[in-house]
Protein backbone atom coordinates (compact mmCIF):
# COMPACT_ATOMS: atom_id res chain seq x y z
CA UNK A 1 0.00 0.00 0.00
CA UNK A 2 1.49 3.63 -1.09
CA UNK A 3 0.55 7.07 -0.03
CA UNK A 4 -3.20 7.40 -0.33
CA UNK A 5 -4.52 11.53 -0.34
CA UNK A 6 -8.27 12.48 -0.13
CA UNK A 7 -9.62 14.82 -2.51
CA UNK A 8 -8.96 18.19 -1.29
CA UNK A 9 -4.67 18.71 -1.52
CA UNK A 10 -2.81 20.12 1.30
CA UNK A 11 -3.15 23.54 2.19
CA UNK A 12 -0.16 25.88 0.87
CA UNK A 13 2.69 27.06 3.40
CA UNK A 14 1.40 29.80 5.17
CA UNK A 15 -0.13 30.08 9.39
CA UNK A 16 -0.52 25.74 9.18
CA UNK A 17 1.85 23.93 10.53
CA UNK A 18 3.25 20.35 8.86
CA UNK A 19 2.52 18.04 10.92
CA UNK A 20 3.19 14.04 11.35
CA UNK A 21 0.84 11.81 13.52
CA UNK A 22 2.19 8.27 13.76
CA UNK A 23 -0.04 6.03 15.49
CA UNK A 24 -2.07 2.45 15.23
CA UNK A 25 -4.27 1.63 12.78
CA UNK A 26 -6.72 -0.33 14.95
CA UNK A 27 -9.69 0.72 16.81
CA UNK A 28 -8.13 0.86 19.85
CA UNK A 29 -8.43 4.80 21.46
CA UNK A 30 -5.08 5.57 21.08
CA UNK A 31 -5.91 4.89 16.84
CA UNK A 32 -8.98 6.88 16.72
CA UNK A 33 -7.92 9.83 19.01
CA UNK A 34 -4.93 10.03 16.55
CA UNK A 35 -7.29 9.55 13.60
CA UNK A 36 -9.77 12.39 14.41
CA UNK A 37 -6.74 14.48 15.90
CA UNK A 38 -5.36 14.29 11.99
CA UNK A 39 -8.77 14.88 10.26
CA UNK A 40 -9.34 18.15 12.96
CA UNK A 41 -5.89 19.56 12.35
CA UNK A 42 -6.60 19.37 8.43
CA UNK A 43 -9.92 20.92 8.83
CA UNK A 44 -8.48 23.98 10.73
CA UNK A 45 -6.09 24.64 7.93
CA UNK A 46 -2.32 22.95 8.76
CA UNK A 47 -1.01 19.81 6.25
CA UNK A 48 -1.26 16.89 8.21
CA UNK A 49 0.61 13.44 7.42
CA UNK A 50 -0.34 9.84 8.89
CA UNK A 51 2.20 7.19 8.92
CA UNK A 52 0.75 4.21 9.94
CA UNK A 53 0.40 0.26 9.24
CA UNK A 54 -2.38 0.82 7.06
CA UNK A 55 -4.53 3.20 6.81
CA UNK A 56 -6.44 3.89 9.92
CA UNK A 57 -10.01 3.03 9.87
CA UNK A 58 -11.69 6.36 11.04
CA UNK A 59 -9.73 8.03 7.77
CA UNK A 60 -10.98 4.95 5.27
CA UNK A 61 -13.83 7.20 3.80
CA UNK A 62 -12.39 10.38 4.34
CA UNK A 63 -12.23 13.28 2.04
CA UNK A 64 -9.61 15.97 2.86
CA UNK A 65 -6.46 16.78 2.92
CA UNK A 66 -4.62 13.83 4.94
CA UNK A 67 -2.08 12.13 3.54
CA UNK A 68 -1.64 8.44 4.48
CA UNK A 69 1.77 7.01 4.58
CA UNK A 70 2.10 3.34 4.97
CA UNK A 71 4.87 2.12 7.14
CA UNK A 72 5.75 -1.91 5.14
CA UNK A 73 8.16 -3.76 7.29
CA UNK A 74 9.91 -6.31 5.38
CA UNK A 75 10.27 -9.88 7.16
CA UNK A 76 13.54 -11.61 7.02
CA UNK A 77 14.27 -14.99 7.53
CA UNK A 78 17.52 -13.52 9.84
CA UNK A 79 14.71 -12.18 12.39
CA UNK A 80 12.47 -13.64 14.63
CA UNK A 81 9.79 -11.10 13.98
CA UNK A 82 9.23 -8.02 11.41
CA UNK A 83 11.58 -5.13 13.00
CA UNK A 84 8.63 -2.73 12.85
CA UNK A 85 10.53 -0.15 14.69
CA UNK A 86 13.58 -0.04 12.19
CA UNK A 87 10.69 0.21 9.27
CA UNK A 88 8.79 3.04 11.15
CA UNK A 89 12.27 5.18 12.11
CA UNK A 90 12.61 5.09 8.29
CA UNK A 91 9.35 6.19 6.91
CA UNK A 92 9.64 9.35 9.39
CA UNK A 93 13.08 10.11 8.27
CA UNK A 94 11.56 10.14 4.77
CA UNK A 95 8.25 11.89 5.13
CA UNK A 96 10.26 14.13 7.29
CA UNK A 97 12.70 15.24 4.60
CA UNK A 98 10.23 15.25 1.93
CA UNK A 99 6.89 17.23 3.61
CA UNK A 100 9.25 19.76 6.02
CA UNK A 101 7.72 18.17 8.75
CA UNK A 102 7.37 20.93 11.57
CA UNK A 103 6.32 18.16 14.30
CA UNK A 104 6.26 14.21 14.33
CA UNK A 105 3.34 13.87 17.38
CA UNK A 106 3.93 10.00 18.54
CA UNK A 107 0.66 8.92 19.71
CA UNK A 108 1.61 5.59 22.07
CA UNK A 109 4.96 5.57 24.16
CA UNK A 110 6.49 2.49 22.40
CA UNK A 111 7.29 1.83 19.74
CA UNK A 112 6.56 5.22 18.33
CA UNK A 113 8.39 7.09 20.77
CA UNK A 114 11.25 5.20 19.85
CA UNK A 115 10.92 5.46 16.45
CA UNK A 116 10.86 9.38 16.36
CA UNK A 117 13.43 9.73 18.91
CA UNK A 118 15.70 7.32 16.25
CA UNK A 119 14.26 8.89 13.13
CA UNK A 120 15.70 12.33 15.15
CA UNK A 121 19.49 11.27 15.46
CA UNK A 122 19.14 9.87 11.42
CA UNK A 123 17.99 13.38 10.74
CA UNK A 124 20.35 15.66 12.87
CA UNK A 125 23.55 13.56 11.40
CA UNK A 126 23.07 14.34 8.55
CA UNK A 127 22.32 18.12 9.24
CA UNK A 128 18.82 17.70 8.27
CA UNK A 129 16.23 20.08 9.68
CA UNK A 130 14.97 18.09 12.95
CA UNK A 131 11.08 18.00 13.27
CA UNK A 132 9.72 18.89 17.32
CA UNK A 133 8.45 15.64 18.78
CA UNK A 134 5.04 15.36 20.87
CA UNK A 135 4.49 12.17 22.50
CA UNK A 136 0.60 11.04 23.55
CA UNK A 137 0.92 8.66 26.32
CA UNK A 138 -2.69 6.48 25.99
CA UNK A 139 -3.19 4.30 28.92
CA UNK A 140 -1.51 0.62 28.34
CA UNK A 141 2.18 2.16 26.76
CA UNK A 142 2.45 3.26 30.98
CA UNK A 143 0.27 0.57 32.80
CA UNK A 144 1.50 -2.57 31.22
CA UNK A 145 4.22 -2.10 28.98
CA UNK A 146 5.76 0.82 30.80
CA UNK A 147 5.56 -0.54 34.24
CA UNK A 148 7.45 -3.62 32.91
CA UNK A 149 10.85 -3.82 34.24
CA UNK A 150 11.95 -5.58 31.06
CA UNK A 151 11.03 -2.05 29.18
CA UNK A 152 11.20 0.48 31.68
CA UNK A 153 14.34 2.26 30.95
CA UNK A 154 13.59 2.25 27.77
CA UNK A 155 10.34 3.67 27.55
CA UNK A 156 11.04 6.04 29.90
CA UNK A 157 14.15 7.10 27.83
CA UNK A 158 12.32 7.80 24.31
CA UNK A 159 9.64 10.00 26.16
CA UNK A 160 12.20 11.64 27.94
CA UNK A 161 13.82 12.65 24.58
CA UNK A 162 10.30 14.35 23.23
CA UNK A 163 9.97 17.71 23.61
CA UNK A 164 6.48 17.48 24.32
CA UNK A 165 4.84 14.98 26.23
CA UNK A 166 0.92 14.88 26.94
CA UNK A 167 -1.24 12.32 28.73
CA UNK A 168 -4.81 11.98 28.04
CA UNK A 169 -6.20 11.81 31.50
CA UNK A 170 -4.74 13.28 35.15
CA UNK A 171 -4.69 9.75 36.52
CA UNK A 172 -2.14 8.53 33.66
CA UNK A 173 0.18 11.48 34.00
CA UNK A 174 0.43 10.63 38.24
CA UNK A 175 0.51 6.84 36.98
CA UNK A 176 3.57 7.86 34.39
CA UNK A 177 5.40 9.65 37.35
CA UNK A 178 4.88 6.46 39.61
CA UNK A 179 5.43 3.96 37.44
CA UNK A 180 9.09 5.73 35.39
CA UNK A 181 9.48 8.23 37.65
CA UNK A 182 10.37 10.70 35.09
CA UNK A 183 11.62 14.34 35.19
CA UNK A 184 9.76 15.74 32.17
CA UNK A 185 6.56 17.64 32.52
CA UNK A 186 3.15 15.65 31.57
CA UNK A 187 0.57 18.06 29.89
CA UNK A 188 -2.97 16.31 30.57
CA UNK A 189 -4.78 17.32 27.18
CA UNK A 190 -7.88 15.24 27.36
CA UNK A 191 -9.76 13.08 24.28
CA UNK A 192 -11.96 14.73 22.78
CA UNK A 193 -14.96 14.12 20.19
CA UNK A 194 -16.89 15.85 17.16
CA UNK A 195 -20.06 16.58 19.16
CA UNK A 196 -21.39 17.42 16.36
CA UNK A 197 -21.59 14.27 14.26
CA UNK A 198 -21.78 12.40 18.11
CA UNK A 199 -24.95 12.90 18.55
CA UNK A 200 -27.86 11.27 19.84
CA UNK A 201 -30.11 9.98 16.75
CA UNK A 202 -32.89 8.31 17.52
CA UNK A 203 -33.97 5.57 15.51
CA UNK A 204 -37.05 3.46 16.09
CA UNK A 205 -36.87 1.34 12.98
CA UNK A 206 -33.42 0.42 14.44
CA UNK A 207 -34.20 0.23 18.03
CA UNK A 208 -37.04 -2.64 16.70
CA UNK A 209 -35.07 -4.71 14.64
CA UNK A 210 -31.84 -4.97 16.88
CA UNK A 211 -34.04 -5.24 20.13
CA UNK A 212 -37.80 -6.33 18.90
CA UNK A 213 -40.38 -4.76 21.66
CA UNK A 214 -42.09 -8.51 21.55
CA UNK A 215 -39.01 -9.90 23.34
CA UNK A 216 -37.65 -6.86 25.36
CA UNK A 217 -37.93 -4.06 27.01
CA UNK A 218 -34.85 -2.96 27.65
CA UNK A 219 -31.16 -2.22 25.09
CA UNK A 220 -28.16 -2.58 26.71
CA UNK A 221 -24.79 -2.14 25.01
CA UNK A 222 -20.85 -2.47 25.43
CA UNK A 223 -18.07 -1.33 23.08
CA UNK A 224 -14.46 -2.16 23.68
CA UNK A 225 -11.68 -4.28 22.07
CA UNK A 226 -12.46 -7.81 24.02
CA UNK A 227 -9.27 -7.30 25.88
CA UNK A 228 -8.65 -8.95 29.64
CA UNK A 229 -8.97 -5.53 30.87
CA UNK A 230 -12.22 -4.69 29.99
CA UNK A 231 -13.84 -7.73 31.73
CA UNK A 232 -16.18 -8.72 29.74
CA UNK A 233 -16.69 -11.43 32.11
CA UNK A 234 -18.06 -8.91 34.41
CA UNK A 235 -20.45 -7.37 31.49
CA UNK A 236 -21.90 -11.03 31.64
CA UNK A 237 -22.54 -11.02 34.90
CA UNK A 238 -24.45 -7.14 35.36
CA UNK A 239 -26.00 -8.50 32.62
CA UNK A 240 -27.04 -11.83 34.03
CA UNK A 241 -28.34 -9.67 37.01
CA UNK A 242 -30.11 -7.49 35.01
CA UNK A 243 -32.37 -9.76 32.94
CA UNK A 244 -33.35 -11.39 36.57
CA UNK A 245 -36.09 -8.65 36.73
CA UNK A 246 -35.98 -6.97 33.17
CA UNK A 247 -36.57 -8.50 29.55
CA UNK A 248 -33.35 -7.04 28.55
CA UNK A 249 -30.90 -7.76 25.71
CA UNK A 250 -27.10 -7.00 25.16
CA UNK A 251 -25.18 -6.31 22.08
CA UNK A 252 -21.61 -6.22 22.28
CA UNK A 253 -19.39 -4.30 19.65
CA UNK A 254 -16.24 -5.59 19.30
CA UNK A 255 -13.88 -7.86 18.68
CA UNK A 256 -10.37 -9.61 20.36
CA UNK A 257 -9.06 -12.21 22.26
CA UNK A 258 -12.20 -12.68 24.45
CA UNK A 259 -14.40 -13.17 22.25
CA UNK A 260 -14.99 -17.21 22.79
CA UNK A 261 -14.83 -16.71 26.09
CA UNK A 262 -17.81 -14.39 26.90
CA UNK A 263 -19.42 -16.69 23.98
CA UNK A 264 -19.07 -19.60 26.75
CA UNK A 265 -20.10 -17.46 29.58
CA UNK A 266 -23.56 -16.53 27.74
CA UNK A 267 -24.12 -19.82 27.37
CA UNK A 268 -23.02 -21.11 30.51
CA UNK A 269 -25.21 -18.59 32.18
CA UNK A 270 -28.14 -19.39 29.64
CA UNK A 271 -28.21 -15.56 28.22
CA UNK A 272 -26.59 -16.71 24.52
CA UNK A 273 -29.87 -15.73 22.95
CA UNK A 274 -30.22 -12.46 24.50
CA UNK A 275 -26.89 -12.01 24.08
CA UNK A 276 -25.45 -10.73 20.63
CA UNK A 277 -22.21 -10.11 19.23
CA UNK A 278 -21.37 -7.57 16.49
CA UNK A 279 -18.12 -7.56 15.90
CA UNK A 280 -16.04 -4.06 15.02
CA UNK A 281 -18.41 -1.78 13.39
CA UNK A 282 -16.71 1.89 11.93
CA UNK A 283 -19.63 3.74 12.99
CA UNK A 284 -21.57 2.74 16.41
CA UNK A 285 -23.43 6.25 16.86
CA UNK A 286 -26.83 4.56 15.93
CA UNK A 287 -26.47 1.68 18.27
CA UNK A 288 -25.28 4.00 20.80
CA UNK A 289 -28.29 6.41 20.54
CA UNK A 290 -31.17 3.50 21.09
CA UNK A 291 -29.45 1.98 23.76
CA UNK A 292 -31.17 2.29 27.27
CA UNK A 293 -27.58 2.32 29.30
CA UNK A 294 -24.42 1.54 28.33
CA UNK A 295 -21.59 -0.76 30.14
CA UNK A 296 -18.00 -0.09 31.22
CA UNK A 297 -16.95 -2.54 33.89
CA UNK A 298 -12.89 -2.33 32.76
CA UNK A 299 -10.38 -3.24 35.49
CA UNK A 300 -8.33 -0.17 34.03
CA UNK A 301 -9.42 2.92 31.48
CA UNK A 302 -7.22 5.56 31.44
CA UNK A 303 -9.65 7.73 30.21
CA UNK A 304 -12.36 5.74 28.76
CA UNK A 305 -13.30 6.73 25.26
CA UNK A 306 -15.56 4.59 24.48
CA UNK A 307 -17.56 6.17 27.40
CA UNK A 308 -17.42 9.29 26.09
CA UNK A 309 -18.86 8.46 22.76
CA UNK A 310 -22.08 6.85 24.91
CA UNK A 311 -22.05 10.26 26.65
CA UNK A 312 -22.15 12.45 23.77
CA UNK A 313 -25.06 10.30 22.35
CA UNK A 314 -27.07 10.27 24.99
CA UNK A 315 -26.87 7.00 26.72
CA UNK A 316 -26.06 7.08 30.69
CA UNK A 317 -22.76 4.89 31.56
CA UNK A 318 -22.35 2.59 34.44
CA UNK A 319 -18.51 1.94 34.95
CA UNK A 320 -15.64 1.40 36.92
CA UNK A 321 -14.64 4.05 39.52
CA UNK A 322 -10.99 3.21 38.12
CA UNK A 323 -7.96 5.35 36.29
CA UNK A 324 -9.35 8.88 34.33
CA UNK A 325 -13.33 7.32 34.51
CA UNK A 326 -13.86 9.87 37.40
CA UNK A 327 -12.39 12.71 34.94
CA UNK A 328 -15.10 11.72 32.80
CA UNK A 329 -18.05 10.77 34.58
CA UNK A 330 -19.55 12.46 37.43
CA UNK A 331 -21.34 9.72 39.58
CA UNK A 332 -24.89 10.50 40.36
CA UNK A 333 -25.41 13.21 38.10
CA UNK A 334 -23.63 12.10 34.38
CA UNK A 335 -23.61 8.49 34.99
CA UNK A 336 -22.45 6.19 37.35
CA UNK A 337 -19.36 5.01 39.04
CA UNK A 338 -19.25 1.17 40.97
CA UNK A 339 -16.21 -0.02 42.55
CA UNK A 340 -14.93 -2.92 39.53
CA UNK A 341 -15.98 -5.67 41.67
CA UNK A 342 -19.26 -4.43 42.35
CA UNK A 343 -21.37 -6.20 40.03
CA UNK A 344 -24.69 -6.23 42.11
CA UNK A 345 -24.00 -2.41 42.78
CA UNK A 346 -23.74 -1.63 38.53
CA UNK A 347 -26.36 -3.95 38.06
CA UNK A 348 -28.91 -1.89 40.42
CA UNK A 349 -27.52 1.04 38.80
CA UNK A 350 -28.53 0.17 35.65
CA UNK A 351 -32.23 -1.40 36.83
CA UNK A 352 -32.52 2.31 38.35
CA UNK A 353 -32.30 4.00 35.23
CA UNK A 354 -34.78 1.24 33.33
CA UNK A 355 -37.52 1.80 35.86
CA UNK A 356 -37.28 5.16 35.94
CA UNK A 357 -37.34 7.18 32.25
CA UNK A 358 -37.20 10.64 33.79
CA UNK A 359 -34.29 9.57 36.05
CA UNK A 360 -32.19 8.01 32.33
CA UNK A 361 -33.59 11.08 30.41
CA UNK A 362 -31.71 13.51 32.94
CA UNK A 363 -28.84 12.05 33.33
CA UNK A 364 -28.16 11.26 29.36
CA UNK A 365 -29.01 14.82 29.41
CA UNK A 366 -26.51 15.95 31.99
CA UNK A 367 -24.06 13.39 30.36
CA UNK A 368 -24.28 15.13 26.79
CA UNK A 369 -23.72 18.70 28.15
CA UNK A 370 -20.70 17.95 29.81
CA UNK A 371 -19.05 16.65 26.79
CA UNK A 372 -20.20 19.45 24.75
CA UNK A 373 -18.58 21.89 27.35
CA UNK A 374 -15.67 19.62 28.15
CA UNK A 375 -14.62 17.72 25.45
CA UNK A 376 -15.61 18.75 22.01
CA UNK A 377 -12.94 19.27 19.48
CA UNK A 378 -12.81 22.82 19.29
CA UNK A 379 -12.01 22.95 23.19
CA UNK A 380 -8.88 20.15 23.38
CA UNK A 381 -7.23 20.65 19.44
CA UNK A 382 -6.46 23.94 20.21
CA UNK A 383 -4.49 22.68 23.27
CA UNK A 384 -2.61 21.12 20.83
CA UNK A 385 -2.08 23.72 18.76
CA UNK A 386 -1.06 25.55 20.81
CA UNK A 387 1.83 23.15 22.51
CA UNK A 388 3.04 22.74 19.26
CA UNK A 389 3.57 26.67 18.50
CA UNK A 390 5.15 26.81 21.91
CA UNK A 391 7.09 24.13 21.04
CA UNK A 392 8.20 25.38 17.23
CA UNK A 393 9.11 28.74 19.32
CA UNK A 394 11.98 27.03 21.13
CA UNK A 395 15.50 27.64 19.43
CA UNK A 396 17.06 23.92 18.19
CA UNK A 397 18.68 22.11 21.47
CA UNK A 398 16.43 23.40 24.05
CA UNK A 399 13.29 22.49 26.20
CA UNK A 400 10.34 24.58 26.57
Known amino acids: MRERRGATPPPTRGSGMRIGIVCYASVGGSGVVATELATSLAR ?54 AHALDIIHAHYAVPHAAGAYLAR ?18 GTDITLVGADAS ?4 VAFCIEQSDGVTAV ?24 LDCGRYAPMPDAALRARVCPPDRYDSLLLHVSNFRPVKRLDAVVDVFRRVRQQRRAKIVLVGDGPERSRVETLAREAGLAEHLEILGELDDVRGLLSVADAFLLPSAQESFGLAALEAMACGVPVVASRVGGLPEVITDGLTGYLREPDDHEGMAAAVLDLLDD ?21 DRVVPMYEALYQRLLAVPAGARA
Open 121 to 138: QILASHGAAVPKVVTTLH
Open 44 to 97: RGHEVHVLSSEIPFRLRDAHGPVVVHAIETPAYPLFREPQYVLSLSTKIVNVAR
Open 151 to 154: YRET
Open 357 to 377: PSLRQRIAHLARASVVDRFDE
Open 169 to 192: SESLRDDTYRHLRLSSPIVVVPNF
